[in-house]
C-alpha cells in the first residue's frame, strides 16, 4: 500500500491526475446539481431545444443527480484538459488556393478523446486503489456518453464557470477543454464552485452565426452549427445551411470569441496527438471519396462517428457557400 504521507487522499489524486496530464482536477459531492440548473435543463428539454437530441430526455433523474447514476455514490472527480487555442497556420487555410476548403472544428483535429480520457481516469481509478490497498470498492468512469451534467459538475468541482456560450470556461484556459468524470464511492474533499466571470461580456452570443445564442440565456441546439453537422442526421434546412459558411464538422464561432480563450496558452503538449493536416479539407474531393477513404481518413477521429454520408451532406453545403461568397 502506497504511502499518503501528510497529503490528504482528495490532494493525492488531485496531484496524479495532473502527474497524468490533465490541465485541472477538481471534487464535488455526487448530490444533486441543484434545483435551480435542473429547473432550466427541464425548462430547456420542455421547448425543445435538445432538438433531434432524444438521449437529452432519457435518464433525466441520473443526469441531474450522480448518486442516481451509480449506487452508492458521495463523490465525483472532475477533469478537464485543454485542447487549444490552436493557432491557424495561413498556410494550411486555403488562402491561397484556388479550390474550396471545408473546416473541421478543432477539438476534432485530436484523436478521439474519449478513448484518451477515459484510459486516463482508469490509470487514477488504478491509482487509487494502490493507496487504498484495494478497498476503492466501487467507481464509474464517465466521458460524454453517461447521463450526467458534466458541466455543471464541473463549475461546482471549481474547474470554471458556465459561460453564455453554455460551455465550461476556465479563466486560465478559456473554453476549449475536453471535461470527464469519475463517480466514485469514496467520501472525498469537496472544492468551491467557481464563480461566473463573463457578467457585461456578450462576445460569443454575438459571434453565433446562426442566433442560437441569445442574451435572455437560451441556447436552441436546432440552429447550432455545431448540432447540425454532427448531430442532427437529415436533410439540413436551408435557410440555416446558408449561414454554416465553410464549417464541414462543428464550429468554434462561440468559444474563440471568448476573451479567457483567446488569452489562453497553446495546449501543452500531451499523447493525444493533433492531426493539423485535417483542418482544411478540399470538398471536391470529399464528394468523390468512397467509404473505404472515409474510414482510413478519420479511423482515430471523433468524425468518424458521423458516416461519409453526412459528411458529404456538409460537403456539399459547404461547396455550396463557397461558390456565393
Not at 459561460?163 to 486560465?172: A, I, P, V, Y
Request: glycine fraction near 6%; charge should be neutral; proline fraction near 3%.
Amino acid at each position: 500500500m502506497l504511502e499518503l504521507a501528510t497529503m490528504s487522499l482528495s490532494d493525492s489524486i488531485k496531484t496524479r491526475a495532473l502527474e497524468l496530464g490533465f490541465d485541472l482536477v477538481g471534487i464535488t459531492k455526487a448530490e444533486p446539481i441543484g434545483a435551480d440548473a435542473a429547473a432550466h435543463l427541464q425548462r430547456w428539454l420542455d421547448a425543445g431545444h435538445a432538438a433531434g437530441m432524444e438521449y437529452m430526455h432519457r435518464n433525466l433523474a441520473k443526469r441531474v443527480n450522480p448518486a442516481a447514476l451509480m449506487e452508492g455514490a458521495r463523490s465525483v472527480i472532475c477533469t478537464a484538459i485543454a485542447y487549444g487555442p490552436i493557432p491557424d497556420d495561413k498556410q494550411t487555410t486555403g488562402q491561397t488556393s484556388s479550390e474550396s476548403l471545408g473546416r473541421i472544428a478543432d477539438f476534432a483535429l485530436y484523436d478521439d478523446y474519449h478513448v484518451f480520457m477515459k484510459n486516463k481516469l482508469r490509470a487514477i481509478a488504478d491509482y487509487i486503489g494502490e493507496l487504498l490497498d484495494d478497498r476503492h470498492r466501487k467507481f464509474r468512469i464517465c466521458v460524454d456518453s453517461a447521463p450526467l451534467a458534466e458541466r455543471s459538475l464541473a463549475r461546482r468541482a471549481g474547474l470554471g464557470f458556465i459561460g453564455k456560450n453554455h460551455m465550461l470556461t476556465n479563466t486560465r484556459l478559456g473554453s476549449q477543454i475536453f471535461l470527464a468524470q469519475i463517480v466514485t464511492d469514496l467520501t472525498l474533499e469537496a472544492d468551491t464552485p467557481a464563480e461566473t466571470a463573463c457578467e457585461g461580456c456578450d462576445k460569443c452570443i454575438r459571434a453565433c452565426p446562426t442566433g442560437a445564442l441569445s442574451s435572455d440565456g437560451d441556447f436552441d441546439s436546432a440552429k447550432c452549427i455545431s448540432y447540425l453537422t454532427i448531430e442532427h442526421k437529415g436533410a439540413i434546412d436551408v435557410n440555416l445551411a446558408g449561414r454554416i459558411g465553410n464549417r464541414l464538422f462543428g464550429c468554434d464561432e462561440c468559444s474563440l470569441a471568448c476573451p479567457y480563450t483567446q488569452n489562453a496558452p497553446a495546449a501543452k503538449d500531451t499523447e493525444l496527438r493533433f492531426h493539423p493536416e485535417r483542418r482544411w479539407m478540399k470538398l471536391a474531393e470529399i464528394l468523390e471519396w468512397r467509404p473505404e477513404q472515409f474510414e482510413t481518413c478519420f479511423a482515430d477521429s471523433t468524425v468518424k462517428r458521423l458516416g461519409l454520408e453526412r459528411f458529404k451532406r456538409n460537403a456539399k453545403i459547404c461547396l455550396q457557400n463557397c461558390r456565393y461568397t
